[in-house]
């Protein structure tokens, strides 16, 4: 399986640094690199993991990958993945919370269908997708999930406007509303509401509330659930990734279990 990787920032080198030691992955290979601006450091670093690799800011025309993985953030959408679902390239996607631009979701099938093929939103930092998009099969009503993170990594976010970050004592909600407007608003800390909102009711119809916690030290993710099929209830610290203290480490290692899926016998 030959593989066309979108960004070679913190979760893209991570992954590819991570790839080799992987068992049970043999027979898969990143033969493309596509990165905004492919700097000297990168070219040297790939050179050294990922020997072979092509270094571009774009997948050529005559290049056919069996799988293209989106690890750049949310302008990566247009860039790579919508070209590439046109070309019948299957793909991985990341950064989820692009899709709450309007209409974007369903350009993504669109171009899908078009190619004959599929795209696969990636749970990320979050778990019980799975449990979530089931119980939506059999009737969901209620959704509100929590974000809650150190209060330093909401920094260069619209929530300075509404707290002083550095003067909070104790946890502060500076964000309530929809899936949609939390993926709007502060785009580089919504990948997980707007992937719980596409796995549930929708991005209009899920509650987000995020968190700025002074005493926390790590990500905190929480998803309250209710309907017809029970109640869902869970709660998970990630560690943050060392190279991005703003992104989870559980993000690497879900991009991860997705390419073991795609080459294993047997898949879980």
């Avoid at 070209?83 to 669109?110: F, H």
């Avoid at 869970?234 to 190279?243: F, M, S, V």
Wanted: aromatic fraction near 4%; charged fraction near 15%.
């Amino acid at each position: 399986m030959r593989i066309a990787l979108v960004g070679c920032g913190a979760i893209g080198s991570e992954v590819l640094q991570r790839l080799p030691q992987l068992s049970g992955l043999q027979g898969l290979r990143v033969d493309w690199v596509l990165a905004r601006q492919p700097r000297p450091d990168v070219v040297d670093w790939l050179a050294q993991h990922v020997p072979g690799a092509q270094l571009l800011q774009a997948l050529p025309e005559d290049a056919r990958p069996d799988l293209l993985v989106e690890c750049a953030g949310h302008s990566a959408i247009a860039t790579h993945v919508l070209p590439a679902l046109r070309r019948g390239i299957p793909c991985l996607v990341v950064s989820v919370g692009a899709l709450a631009a309007p209409g974007l979701v369903e350009e993504l099938a669109d171009a899908a269908r078009q190619g004959g093929t599929r795209v696969q939103l990636l749970p990320g930092a979050i778990g019980a997708i799975d449990a979530l998009a089931a119980a939506r099969e059999g009737g969901l009503a209620q959704v509100t999930y929590t974000g809650t993170k150190p209060a330093a990594a909401w920094k260069g976010t619209p929530a300075e406007t509404v707290c002083d970050l550095a003067a909070l004592t104790a946890p502060f909600c500076f964000f309530q509303g929809s899936a949609r407007e939390a993926a709007q608003q502060y785009p580089r800390n919504a990948n997980v509401a707007a992937t719980v909102a596409l796995a549930g009711l929708g991005l209009d119809d899920t509650e987000v509330r995020l968190v700025a916690d002074p005493q926390c030290s790590e990500n905190r993710h929480q998803i309250a659930a209710q309907g017809a099929f029970g109640r869902l209830s869970l709660e998970l610290a990630g560690q943050p990734l060392a190279a991005n203290p703003k992104t989870s480490a559980l993000t690497v290692f879900s991009v991860l279990r997705a390419l073991r899926n795609a080459v294993a016998p047997l898949a879980i």
